[in-house]
């Protein structure tokens, strides 16, 4: 429980709810606008999914580009070069340009690659082990080879976000925010009082409960995803993944990060020792060398999945200072650059130059929530 005489230091009149990369991205754009915010973080700094995601850039599919937050992607994969060459991504957070090799094991997944890529970019077999040496070929059809990825450590990117920002960060929860004539006027944190003109909800999948103190349905829910990270000797670099969403990546502290699962178990962030199991069985199959490998860490987070899996991103209808950034699923890392931009944007011009918010906002789901 919060002591009630606590004195927390002034805050910004720019209030972020929430330490992970969504929040971190708005603070860092808005600090390149001229705007220093305060971050409000219940636990830690990336302490969700922003912590513990596997951190791929993936470069976006043809498919993908079909995807309302398509050119999202595009955009921000774009803006990951750039950051990481203004704030030494290498050196700070372990950016990484990388090739990524997506799978195919049966003959409908072939299709679908095919079918995707052309013909041109699919590689058999042979050519892809060959291409990734962490491949069994004859455990695999073939699969096409992505240029222009990139990986990174989400948890130290989130960091360095915040720090070339400038931001306060405050670990505490937002108790209530504070409207007046429709609206933003303050936050109560901790017990206490602060006048704020804006306030960000990036509360990833707690940003439901967050959106309450605004009287706001906001419909995105927890999914929840294991990794492995484990020492294997002789690992080779570089990256795999399958159609599931499965994937194997050798990071650059050394460890090679190997999951994932899509859990719907609501708020439970604990990893289990059955999809331990199951990861290292199907990893096993692909890359007989994981079976090896030793786990030294197994971790848990939540994706924040919003009802049509595409974020959530613009003003909170009704509350004039209020914003929304959430719903970025398995992508938010990739995805973090351009929404913290465009939001940013938002908040300093009235409308976004960079990204056509419309299909983003909170109002597409007028129909179902009342
Ligand atoms: C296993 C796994 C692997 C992934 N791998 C990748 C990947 O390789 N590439 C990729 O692009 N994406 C990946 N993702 C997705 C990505 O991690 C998420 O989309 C992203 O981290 C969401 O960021 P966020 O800031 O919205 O939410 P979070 O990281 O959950 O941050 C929200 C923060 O808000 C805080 N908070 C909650 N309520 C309050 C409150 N009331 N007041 C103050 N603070 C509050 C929480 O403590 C939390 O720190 C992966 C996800 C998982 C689960």
């Given at each position: 429980m919060p002591e009630p005489w606590r004195i927390l230091p002034r805050m910004r009149d720019t209030v972020i709810l929430g330490g992970g990369v969504i929040g971190a991205a708005t603070a860092y754009y808005l600090s390149l606008r001229g705007i220093e915010s305060t971050v409000v973080e219940r636990r830690a700094v990336a302490s969700g999914a922003s912590g513990t995601a596997a951190g791929l850039l993936s470069a976006p599919t043809p498919a993908d580009l079909r995807q309302p937050w398509g050119s999202l992607a595009g955009q921000s994969l774009a803006l990951h070069f750039d950051v990481a060459a203004a704030l030494d991504g290498p050196a700070t957070y372990d950016f990484e340009p990388i090739d990524t090799v997506l799978i195919a094991v049966s003959e409908p997944e072939r299709r679908e690659l095919l079918q995707v890529f052309g013909e041109a970019a699919w590689r058999d077999a042979a050519a892809i082990a060959s291409r990734c040496p962490w491949l069994q070929a004859s455990a695999i059809l073939g699969g096409v080879v992505r240029r222009g990825s990139a990986q990174l450590d989400p948890a130290r990117f989130t960091q360095t976000l915040l720090d070339a920002a400038r931001a306060e960060v405050i670990i505490a929860t937002a108790e209530s925010i504070a409207v007046a004539s429709g609206s933003v006027t303050g936050v109560v944190v901790a017990g206490a009082s602060h006048s704020a003109s804006t306030v960000i909800l990036a509360a990833g999948p707690w940003t439901a409960e967050t959106a309450t103190l605004l009287g706001v349905e906001v419909p995105v829910s927890p999914l929840k995803g294991q990794i492995l990270r484990m020492e294997v000797s002789n690992a080779p670099d570089g990256a795999f993944s399958d159609l599931a969403g499965n994937y194997v990546v050798r990071k650059r502290n050394g460890l090679i990060y190997t999951g994932t699962t899509e859990e719907d178990v609501g708020f439970d962030e604990r990893p289990t020792a059955a999809v331990e199991r199951q990861i290292l069985a199907s990893a096993s199959a692909l890359a007989p060398i994981i079976a090896g490998g030793k786990v030294v860490e197994r971790t848990a987070c939540l994706r924040p999945l919003s009802a049509d899996g595409t974020p959530i991103i613009g003003a909170v209808p009704g509350v004039t200072g209020a914003y929304l950034a959430t719903g970025?699923?398995?992508?938010g890392i990739l995805l973090s650059l351009a929404t913290g931009r465009a939001l940013a944007e938002l908040i300093t011009h009235g409308e976004s130059e960079s990204v056509d918010l419309a299909p983003f906002?909170?109002?597409?789901f007028a129909a179902e929530v009342p």
């Open positions: 970025h699923g398995r992508k906002s909170l109002q597409r």
